[in-house]
């Protein structure tokens, strides 16, 4: 038989009940607005310091930025080029935490291959070598073991063919090799660190919208229902990222738009590491080609400023993905067509504004540091950052509160966490140990009185019916998109997504018959 229901699980009835008790009049010491990775990271924060802890997001787990990120859990090598070196090394220490006890189970190491052509110039070439060994010194001082992280090297032609068999080896003399982290699955990532702030007691209501908020609590709308209610809090915090200014207009926010193509990855010969490519005449800047233990290789990323208003869902224009595809070009035997590309998305980064005015410019060039503000009526707004700060800037916030209780998510593992390559135990998918860790039997165990649940939901998709039903019933999963969207992310490829959307459906309406498919 499935396993019960934990208490890291989101059920639908989890979700009623704590709504009631919010709307009943229940006070909380801490009020976290947006379910974005940052959100979730304050809401663990505070729940594992030993505070009554309750999260609103007005759509779904991981709706926004946090899901569209390049999935890269990375030491700041961008950043040493552009002399950012606190954003290094808060980039390193946070990816230690994250590969050795947070989430191990969830994130690789991925060699990342930067060809040097017959045309790459010498000065280019030391360049490249300072800063690989420079990113290593913030990888040894954050403490991250070569177990995890190996050193950079050079690397001769063959190897580089070996690891990207695409690459244009006519002209080719070499190159270096370096190790960062990569997530599985951002989205997951945000869903695993929600889950984990609810079994240590954090109450957390999807489908709920701030209408105001205030440092005292929140007039809040649940989009399911329609009812308007008012929930209480000693503090609020409020991490809505591009939205910010919807709740707090003094807080001035630049969207700069990434956007990625999702490469068939015979286009690249099969990689076995991501390819790095600089862009000509700007610092520290590149795109790669990241492959994926799914299949699609992730290629990127653009850095453009998105004009207001935010868009809920934003769409990779058609000019970025030809930038994308002409700089990987640059490096690879073939030219990359549209018909390479199988898959397309773009997310918004939340940057700060600098003071002089700098929407108007490059984002490129646009710190990611974060910043923390306090309205005048007592709300802490916390934004800026990136995916792999999170931790810390969620710290950051819940310290601005005046919070006296230790912060412990340094050391604290998420659901699931295991070593990563941990082998999967009998009749166990290692699919499923990729995606869920120590977690994994327990998925498998959904298809206990349905064996059927064990195949994939459509040919040539690696999603397992199991995962559906996990979804729904322990991932807060509420709608077919939450699944489709940011359980599975069979959204971001439409071929897969055609074939496998009617199995889906059936598998997740038989799990919840309130699931909503339209």
Do not use: N
């Amino acid at each position: 038989m499935p396993a019960p229901t934990t208490t890291a699980d989101l059920t639908r009835a989890r979700r009623e009940r704590d709504r009631d008790a919010l709307a009943a009049g229940e006070s909380v010491d801490v009020l976290v607005v947006g379910g974005g990775v940052t959100g979730v990271g304050v809401a663990l924060d505070a729940a594992t310091r030993g505070l009554s802890t309750a999260l609103i997001e007005a759509e779904d787990i991981a709706f926004g930025t946090s899901r569209w990120s390049s999935k890269l859990i990375h030491g700041g090598l961008r950043y040493l080029a552009h002399g950012d070196i606190a954003v290094a090394w808060e980039s390193a220490t946070e990816r230690s935490h994250l590969m050795g006890t947070i989430a191990p189970h969830l994130i690789r190491p991925l060699p990342h291959v930067m060809p040097a052509f017959d045309d790459t110039a010498l000065r280019d070439r030391l360049l490249v070598g300072a800063g690989l060994r420079a990113a290593d010194l913030l990888r040894v001082i954050a403490r991250t073991p070569r177990g995890s992280l190996a050193r950079p090297r050079s690397i001769g032609a063959d190897q580089v063919v070996s690891l990207v068999p695409g690459v244009d080896a006519t002209r080719l003399r070499g190159g270096t090799v370096h190790w960062d982290g990569q997530v599985v699955d951002d989205a997951r990532l945000v869903v695993s660190i929600a889950r984990t702030a609810a079994s240590y007691g954090a109450r957390i209501l999807t489908r709920t919208r701030a209408l105001s908020v205030t440092g005292g609590g929140a007039r809040v709308r649940d989009t399911l229902t329609g009812e308007s209610y008012d929930i209480q809090a000693r503090h609020v915090i409020v991490a809505t990222g591009v939205w910010t200014g919807d709740l707090d207009p003094d807080t001035r926010i630049v969207a700069s738009r990434g956007s990625h193509a999702l490469l068939d990855p015979r286009a690249l010969g099969y990689p076995r590491a991501a390819l790095t490519v600089p862009v000509p005449d700007e610092r520290g800047r590149f795109v790669f080609a990241l492959p994926t233990t799914d299949g699609p290789v992730i290629a990127g990323i653009t850095d453009e400023p998105e004009p207001a208003p935010m868009p809920d869902v934003p769409s990779a224009p058609q000019k970025d993905i030809a930038w994308i595809l002409q700089h990987l070009r640059s490096a690879l035997s073939r030219p990359l067509t549209s018909d390479d590309v199988i898959g397309t998305y773009a997310g918004l980064r939340p940057l700060v504004a600098p003071p002089d005015g700098g929407e108007a410019g490059d984002t490129a060039d646009i710190s990611r540091r974060h910043l923390i503000t306090h309205t005048p009526d007592g709300v802490v707004v916390i934004t800026g950052g990136k995916l792999t700060t999170y931790r810390r800037m969620a710290q950051d916030a819940v310290h601005a509160l005046g919070i006296d209780e230790r912060c412990i998510t340094a050391t604290t593992p998420l659901i699931g966490a295991q070593p990563y390559l941990t082998p999967a135990p009998p009749g166990v998918p290692p699919r499923l140990v990729r995606h869920y860790g120590s977690e994994a039997p327990r998925v498998a165990a959904w298809a206990a009185d349905d064996p059927s649940l064990m195949q994939p939901v459509a040919a040539g998709v690696p999603v397992l019916g199991v995962e559906i039903v996990h979804a729904v019933r322990a991932e807060g999963a509420l709608s077919l998109d939450d699944v489709l969207e940011r359980r599975t992310r069979l959204s971001v490829t439409p071929q897969a997504l055609a074939r496998a959307r009617e199995r889906v459906a059936q598998i997740a309406c038989a799990s919840d018959s309130d699931v909503e498919v339209a």
